[in-house]
């Protein structure tokens, strides 16, 4: 089975803190995702990466940076935490199914409960 | 811009009926896929079923299937003989080709309750 780790459950951080959230996946998949995850906003992405050291901006990448240097590993980076980035931070990865019929199922971890005070 | 709703915020069903979660998404890609997914209450989300855009064929996965109508753009799953542990928030996805991969939306979520 796939498995996708994240660094942290809960996390309290304070304003200004740089924050580091870090995603690994132990199954080669080419696709690693961040999202948050708030209350009746359901899940908007942040970053994603289609293979090592490239990373292109989702939906609401201001704030936030990341980093893949390895395949299985990537990192989110709040450069200077602040209160309204309180929230879930969900990683997931990616790749086309083995059958080669693509489709990209994602894979999530358990996600990490930030609360920046 | 790619747009996913799920119009129904909350809903309930007694155990062993069914219930229908609603989905429309608004693109002009033909070539694309749709999934619906499960998060059960603190616990990790999980694929439900994926549904391939080119294919007329509405996928099924055991009591899970969906209504896919394409010219419509809806995307609708429907739990047959519910059950106390399908209590979850469902999400609609759609996914599109960008570069070397498909690039994600999710809609904002439906909270299903199970009753006894």
């Known amino acids: 089975d796939v498995k996708v780790t994240q660094s942290s459950r809960y996390l309290v951080k304070r304003t200004g803190e740089k924050v580091f959230l870090e995603c690994v996946q132990d199954?080669?998949?080419?696709?690693m995702f961040w999202y948050r995850q708030d209350p009746g906003l359901g899940l908007r992405l942040i970053y994603f990466?289609?293979?090592?050291?490239?990373?292109e901006k989702g939906d609401i990448p201001e704030g936030y940076s990341v980093s893949r240097e390895k395949k299985e590993r990537f990192s989110l980076i709040l450069e200077s935490a602040s209160t309204n980035q309180t929230s879930m931070y969900l990683c997931a990865s990616s790749s086309p199914t083995l059958s080669g019929a693509g489709g990209y199922e994602q894979y999530f971890g358990p996600g990490t409960r930030l609360t920046v005070t | 811009a790619q747009t996913v709703t799920q119009s129904q915020p909350e809903m309930s069903v007694q155990e062993a009926e069914t219930v229908t979660l609603s989905c429309t998404y608004d693109t002009s890609e033909s070539n694309y896929y749709l999934f619906w997914y499960k998060q059960p209450p603190s616990r990790q989300m999980i694929l439900v079923i994926r549904?391939?855009?080119?294919?007329?064929q509405n996928a099924t996965e055991n009591r899970f299937s969906v209504n896919f109508q394409k010219a419509a753009k809806s995307f609708s799953l429907k739990i047959s003989d519910s059950q106390l542990g399908d209590t979850a928030m469902y999400f609609c996805?759609?996914?599109?080709?960008?570069?070397?991969?498909?690039?994600?939306?999710f809609g904002r979520g439906t909270s299903l309750i199970v009753h006894p």
């Open positions: 990466s289609y293979d090592v050291k490239m990373k």
């Open positions: 549904q391939e855009a080119y294919k007329q």
């Open positions: 996805a759609f996914m599109k080709p960008s570069g070397g991969s498909y690039i994600p939306t």
């Open positions: 199954m080669d998949h080419e696709n």
